[in-house]
């Protein structure tokens, strides 16, 4: 551009007039030619300045990008760390309060700079923009021994140069404003300058050769500025906007991979009566191993998983790691040996979680509506119930023919499951994004076409220190996760405690078989089923209240909270029933009833807070998710070790009410929640960067339709100036 518009204003400077020249030419016509010189002279030192002040604007934009990116990384940091920070050419750790407003001071610095640079800039196009309306006025009068057409040509690349030099960018593409004249304007943008011999009698108007030039399908795009591809109003792309029927397919594909997990989570609790005696294996301990050892796996693959399904994409996680975890439930079918065995487990544990920790994320995705979102989680979560309550079952009457059958018959349904499975689409609108991108870049050949997610930062670094970590952060200093974290361990491992209990109660005191004890466990799940009716009625009632304009419904933490505030005054009754009804002199039917304020209970609490998290972290659910997963898991392998001596040494009555006790100290979190949620939520860092990131969109938003307007406002001048 620099060098077309010095060699243009340079054809007009090598035709000066003669004396004689100036003798025929009046005077007043003279001067009026000089100032015109002039004019153009001025016009190109003020493009040169443009150029100087749009390279000085994008580095200062790269330098503010840099500064952006590293503040939002020590958002995660620890105040007391001490921060590596480059002075000079030093490098000295510094306390990160004053890292952090040495950043902030940085970054006012420089957009102060940009204000500046911008307010220069919009005055150098101002005095252009009039510059271009006085060069038109030129080309009615021709320099010297330049003729009409020469000094109309050489005008004609001023003007065009001028139109190229304020292209306007909308999504990718260029709208070029110029002059076309078909002699000396190429296909690719380009002037030539072709002398030619002045007619004998050139009488016609320059305005009659001059129209306004279409859009170029054919000219290069500009590559220099950088192009973040978003979401639009109804982008069909956008999962939010997806058909019903493609989101309840989603829904299913869930719970598939749900119920495959939590099934194989207890598998063995039937089975190892069986087992045990195959293996040679005669010591109580290690008997628990089977289950503990796979919630072991709970809690390694959630640190994995959540965190990567946020950098790699919802399908690709799911699909893989449960492809792994139906090639080693078949492994456990072939186990030769105990501890081969016992790492088969390990390993269809590690890939079992994906399905939890990811499944939270993959319904924040598709549902944008926290009514719809909150419904689909609860039918997740009594999915989630399903699975360990029907396992006992299958394992007590198959392992009668054989205990590897019960593997086998898990096989069966995990094959099935993952051609289910693999139709599942994308749902991470990062991941789409950036697809997109890739595609508008291969079609336009524009490398600076981005999704947001390709400008993060990428390595083993920012995988272990972010990224990996992000579930560990949220629990050291989200006060929402920690006390969930703690209220759902204590829960789950309760629950998963039954599977060690049950076998004490109904097989010890009423002489059950298997198979039929496995029959106990089917309470619980219609327990889990009256929940999930439960959480809908509620819903719906908290629907009617906001249109009601209920005070009440306008309080966030009532969309979920009050659920866990029935379901844990319910679990607590359910453990005393248990404990203080097992009894020989008392019908078997009765203990086994407990299982349904049990089952219910349970399923109100997860429901309600794990919504809440859902809702209070949205982009971050998964690796909330991946948090609360990782320590129930934890409390889930752990205590059920315990079941065997707690039970022998304090009895099946004080046995199930210490963990009623314990269960009333946890009851107290979702009342605490209802009355400082929203403080707690304020001071949150993940919440402050989640607002953080809604406004960035929203004015990226506004600005892509502020561009929008100028594009079409520009189309309209374009398609008046060529009418006249």
Avoid at 243 to 256: D, E, H, N, P, T
Avoid at 387 to 399: C, D, Q
Avoid at 561 to 566: F, S, T
Avoid at 593 to 613: D, K, Q, R, S, W
Wanted: glycine content about 6%; aromatic content about 10%.
């Amino acid at each position: 551009m620099q060098r077309r518009m010095i060699r243009e204003t340079s054809i007009l400077r090598d035709f000066e007039l003669s004396k004689e020249e100036e003798a025929a030419i009046g005077k007043d016509e003279l001067e009026v030619r000089r100032e015109d010189q002039d004019k153009i002279n001025k016009f190109s030192r003020l493009h040169q300045r443009e150029t100087n002040l749009e390279e000085e604007l994008k580095t200062k934009a790269k330098d503010k990008e840099d500064l952006e990116e590293l503040s939002n990384e020590l958002e995660l940091a620890d105040e007391e760390d001490k921060i590596p920070y480059k002075i000079g050419d030093t490098l000295v750790s510094l306390p990160l309060p004053e890292v952090q407003e040495m950043l902030s001071s940085s970054t006012e610095r420089i957009e102060e700079s940009v204000s500046a640079l911008e307010e220069k800039l919009s005055s150098v196009r101002e005095e252009m923009e009039h510059l271009k309306v006085s060069g038109q006025e030129l080309q009615c009068t021709p320099l010297g021994n330049m003729s009409l057409s020469e000094s109309t040509q050489g005008l004609q690349c001023l003007n065009h140069d001028l139109a190229v030099s304020s292209d306007t960018h909308v999504g990718g593409e260029s709208l070029e404003p110029s002059l076309d004249q078909p002699d000396n304007i190429r296909s690719d943008g380009n002037c030539i300058y072709e002398p030619c011999t002045p007619p004998a009698t050139d009488t016609r108007k320059a305005d009659d050769g001059i129209k306004v030039e279409e859009k170029d399908t054919n000219s290069k795009p500009n590559h220099e500025e950088r192009i973040i591809v978003s979401f639009s109003d109804g982008d069909p792309e956008n999962p939010y906007n997806w058909r019903m029927k493609k989101k309840v397919f989603i829904l299913s594909a869930g719970i598939v991979a749900v119920i495959n997990s939590t099934l194989g989570s207890s598998l063995p609790s039937n089975a190892i009566n069986y087992i045990a005696p195959y293996f040679r294996v005669t010591d109580e301990q290690q008997l628990v191993l089977p289950i503990s050892l796979f919630l072991v796996g709970y809690v390694l693959g959630p640190f994995f998983f959540g965190p990567l399904s946020e950098t790699y994409g919802r399908r690709v996680i799911m699909l893989s790691s449960f492809v792994v975890f139906t090639l080693f439930t078949m492994a456990c079918a072939l186990a030769p040996n105990w501890p081969a065995f016992l790492v088969f487990r390990l390993i269809c544990g590690i890939n079992a979680s994906s399905a939890i920790a990811v499944v939270g994320g993959l319904y924040a995705d598709v549902f944008g509506n926290p009514v719809i979102r909150g419904r689909a989680m609860a039918i997740f979560m009594a999915a989630t119930t399903g699975g360990p309550m029907l396992a006992p079952l299958i394992s007590g009457f198959v392992s009668v023919v054989s205990w590897r059958w019960t593997f086998w018959v898990a096989l069966i349904f995990a094959g099935a499951s993952l051609v289910f499975l693999s139709f599942l689409p994308e749902t991470y609108g990062p991941i789409i994004l950036k697809k997109r991108a890739k595609r508008i870049r291969k079609e336009s050949a524009n490398s600076n076409v981005f999704a947001a997610i390709e400008l993060e930062k990428k390595g083993a670094r920012q995988m272990m220190t972010v990224t990996l970590m992000r579930p560990v952060h949220m629990i050291v200093y989200e006060a929402i996760v920690l006390f969930t974290c703690l209220y759902l361990s204590i829960a789950y491992a309760i629950f998963y405690l039954f599977f060690e209990a049950y076998p004490i109660i109904f097989e010890g005191l009423y002489h059950m078989n298997t198979g039929v004890a496995g029959l106990a466990f089917l309470p619980i799940l219609i327990g889990a089923v009256i929940a999930l009716g439960i959480f809908i009625w509620y819903d719906t009632v908290l629907q009617r209240a906001k249109k009601a304009n209920a005070p009440w419904a306008s309080i966030e933490e009532y969309r979920r909270l009050p659920l866990a505030c029935l379901g844990g005054p319910l679990y607590v009754v359910s453990l005393f029933w248990l404990g203080w009804s097992a009894s020989p002199h008392v019908h078997w039917i009765v203990p086994m009833l407990a299982g349904v304020p049990f089952g219910m209970g349970f399923m109100l609490i997860f429901m309600a807070l794990l919504n809440y998290i859902t809702d209070a972290y949205e982009v971050y659910a998964a690796s909330g998710m991946a948090a609360t997963s990782c320590c129930r898991s934890i409390f889930g392998a752990v205590l059920p070790l315990a079941a065997a001596p707690m039970y022998k040494s304090l009895g099946v009555s004080w046995a199930s009410s210490l963990l009623g006790f314990l269960s009333l100290a946890m009851s107290i979190i979702p009342f605490a929640f209802i009355k400082y949620g929203d403080r707690i939520r304020e001071n949150s860092k993940f919440c402050q960067e989640l607002n953080k990131r809604k406004e960035k969109i929203a004015m990226e938003k506004e600005k892509d339709e502020s561009v929008g307007k100028r594009h079409a406002a520009g189309l309209e001048e374009l398609e008046s100036a060529e009418k006249e």
